[in-house]
Every structure is written in C-alpha cells, then in structure tokens.
C-alpha cells in the first residue's frame, strides 16, 4: 500500500461511490467514518517505516508515479494528514444535522482528495492545476440541480481561475531567478505575478466580494466547507513556496506585502462584519478576517511563524463548522437570515443559538476558547514589530466582537411571554454540543495541539531557520 494511493484516492473513489450508490441517509456515516479511520491511520502508522504487529509486518510506500508525476507523502506529512481528515470528518459528520444532501459528503471528499494530492505533487506547480480541478467541483456542491448560480459563485469561479495562469506563470519564472539569481528584473516579475495569483487564492482585499455575496446564495454549510478547505490548503501551499525559494522569504518588499494585505483583511473584515444585518455575511467577513490572520501570521519575521499559522488553522475548521452548522439550523426557520427574521430566535433554537456565539467569539479570540491561543501569540510577535500593526488589528477583531454583541442582541430580543423552546432534533443537538465542547476544550488546554504544532514545522525544511 502507499500513501497517495490510501490519502489520495481512496476517498475519491469513496466519494465516487457515494454519489452514485447510497442514500443520504448513510452519506453522512460512510463519508465522516472514512475520514476519521484515515486520519486515525495517518496518527498512528508512520509513513515509509515498517510496523510489526505480531507476525505481519505493515508499510506504507511513500510515493507513487502516476503519468510521468510523483506523488509523494513522507513521514512529515502524517499531523498534517491527521489534522485534514480529522478536521473532514467533523464537516462530514454534521451533513446529517444540517440537512444537506449526499452531494455535499461526495463531493466533499473528491475536493478533499484532489487538495490533498496539491501538496503531494512533484513537480510542485502541478499543485496549481489540481487546486483549480477542486474549485470546478465546488461549483456543484454550492449550486443546486437545475439552478441559476448566482452572482457570488460566478465571481468565485472567475477569481480562482485567474489565480492559476499567475502561479504557473510565475512557476515557469521562478526557474530562471533560480538560474540566475542576480537578475533583479526577472526577480520583481516573478514576485508580482506570484503575489497576483495568490491574491486571487486568498481573496486579498479587494477581492474577497465574492464570500459576502456567496454566503446569501448558497448553502451556509457548504460555503463554510469552501472558506475552510480551500485557504487551508492554499496556507500550505503558501508555505512550499517560501521554503522552496530563499529569496522569497527574505525579500522585505515580499514579507511587508504579505504583512499589509493581512492587516487589510484583518481590519476591512471585522469593520464589515460590525455594519452587517445579515448573520450570513457576519461569518463570511468573519472569514476574511481570519484569513487575514494567516497572511499576518505568514509575514511575521520571527522563526515561529509556521508554528502560529497552524496554531490558527487547526481550531478554524472547528469554528467555521460550528458556526456554519448553526446557521442552516436558523436557515430552516428564518431563510434570508437577516435581523429582522432572526429576532427572539434564542428562545426556538437555543443550541443553535449558543453554540453560533460560541464559534463566533472563538474568532474574535475571547479568552478561554480555541482561538484565543493562537491570536495570543499572534499579538506577542505583533507588538515586538509594529505597534501601528496592533492597532488595526485590535481593530479588526473588536469590529467582530460588535457583531457578536449585536448578534447576541437581536437574537434575545423576543416578547416578555415568549416561551422557550427546543426545535433542534437530536443529532443537531448532539452535534452543535461537541462542537461548542471543542471550542472550549482547545482553549482550556492548547496543550493538546502541541503534537501537531511539533511535528508540522517539520514539513519545511528551511522555514524557521
């Protein structure tokens, strides 16, 4: 067995099968239980060592031709493996509670896979190509049968697009700076074309008008899936680049890009977010801020920096589950999930309600929940830097604490004989308990990322050296 054959197309084929063979009703347990089972394999079993279990000896072969390409999964790979399908699985899991069809589970771990196979891949631009392969089959998990999309997955489709020719070019560019480091011409051109592509990938200011737009259209379960799967894997691919090429994390002009598009995020996200009357584009402004967060944390010019950028990716994929999982419970009695729908609702769906807030203040960073950690030492590396920085990052993130304080409020606001009820059935309640459990868990004891937070700066060879 080898490892892009068990992490690569095992669950695409699983996903294959689902959509095509079961019904929904089991589309939940098969797709959530096949990512926990591989993300359990990649924790316990190290890849290319040889595990002896009584008489039979296990090993997992790390790479794999398939038409003139490597696929390659090291033993550095396996947190990262664990964290992605342990994360998949949560989102997997909780299709049942929010109502969403077997599309969402298929399609989900097709996307998974084809993400997965982006770091795999040898040579690395190749990567490009197949995160453009997974934005494709977005579009069909966010666009029902038969229906126009509209405005929000249209731009998204445009954006992401335009980001692959950038990257590929600027791949094509990159050869020749290695070649011939001191020309500085084809050095500044590689850069802008590189910083283009990922621009659109990230949705940098001003490109993120999509998400807002988007989180109106379209499913808020299956939008959230996108705001977490593909920036998390665009991280990542961030990353390989910075390794791979000296010149590009020690360019200044590059890293105070990185730095400033961030802090534009930061603070044009969490701004937006305080002036919404729509709870839905409140968690996709909420999203850009965080994303945000990952530039500021990918242009900090300390050796920690890989450290805290998976320190905040791993709680965001329990938040934004959470969080988007709340918000199709509230979708099935206020549709347009403006204020004036969801006024008094705490009193109809109050795990919905409270577990929502839970994620929500998670992304502010309020002490004692999952993001509270990784926005702590956020701060620390921030304040040593730049002061002018700080500020418009506390900023950003008090701009999103008004609006969980006006969320909070709407919400409440129902007549004085209102009386309380419990519309959510049991798996969402379940579900939405875990949740918000974890959210308080990885806040009390951030100890328990440190496994992964050892082991995954390990991925680079050269950052944070």
Do not use: C
Request: net charge neutral; charged share 10%; glycine share 8%.
């Amino acid at each position: 067995m080898t490892a892009p054959i068990l992490w690569i197309v095992a669950p695409f084929v699983v996903g294959v099968f689902v959509l095509f063979f079961l019904r929904d009703r089991f589309s939940a347990w098969i797709g959530g239980t096949t990512s926990a089972v591989l993300a359990l394999i990649a924790l316990v079993i190290p890849i290319d060592t040889a595990l002896l279990i009584g008489s039979v000896s296990i090993k997992i072969s790390p790479a794999i031709q398939f038409f003139g390409r490597s696929f390659e999964l090291n033993t550095a790979d396996g947190p990262l493996l664990a964290m992605i399908y342990g994360l998949a699985a949560v989102w997997f899991f909780g299709t049942e509670a929010s109502g969403t069809a077997n599309r969402f589970v298929s399609l989900g771990l097709m996307i998974v896979a084809l993400l997965t196979a982006s770091i795999a891949v040898e040579p690395f631009l190749y990567a490009a190509l197949l995160l453009e392969v997974a934005v494709m089959l977005v579009i069909p998990l966010l666009v029902p049968p038969y229906q126009k999309p509209g405005r929000g997955v249209v731009r998204f489709l445009i954006y992401q697009t335009l980001a692959m020719p950038f990257i590929l070019f600027s791949g094509w560019m990159l050869a020749g700076v290695e070649s011939s480091p001191g020309d500085l011409g084809t050095t500044i051109q590689a850069g802008t074309m590189l910083g283009l592509g990922f621009a659109f990938l990230f949705a940098v200011f001003p490109l993120y008008n999509w998400i807002p737009s988007l989180m109106e259209e379209s499913s808020p379960y299956a939008t959230g899936f996108l705001l977490w799967a593909l920036p998390t894997f665009t991280v990542i691919f961030a990353l390989g680049f910075l390794d791979r090429y000296t010149w590009l994390r020690t360019t200044p002009q590059i890293v105070n890009a990185m730095l400033f598009s961030g802090v534009f995020m930061v603070a044009s996200g969490g701004i937006f977010a305080a002036l919404q009357r729509h709870i839905g584009r409140i968690l996709g402004f909420a999203a850009v801020a965080e994303a945000g967060l990952l530039l500021l944390a990918l242009g900090l010019q300390t050796n920690s920096f890989v450290e805290i950028a998976f320190l905040t990716l791993i709680p965001r994929g329990l938040e934004l589950s959470v969080w988007a999982l709340a918000l199709s419970i509230i979708k099935q009695k206020a549709y347009s999930l403006r204020f004036n729908e969801i006024q008094g609702l705490a009193r109809k769906y109050p795990a919905a309600v409270t577990s929502l807030l839970f994620a929500h203040l998670s992304v502010t960073g309020f002490p004692l929940l999952a993001g509270f950690p990784s926005r702590l030492a956020l701060w620390q590396e921030l304040a040593a830097q730049s002061l002018a920085v700080s500020f418009w990052v506390f900023l950003g993130l008090f701009g999103l604490l008004t609006a969980a304080v006006r969320t909070l409020a709407v919400f409440v606001m129902a007549e004085a004989d209102a009386k309380w009820e419990w519309n959510e059935t049991w798996a969402q309640t379940a579900m939405l308990g875990i949740g918000a459990g974890g959210l308080f868990l990885l806040g009390l004891f951030p100890q328990a990322m440190q496994p992964f937070l050892a082991s995954l700066p390990t991925l680079f060879e050269h950052l944070g050296q």
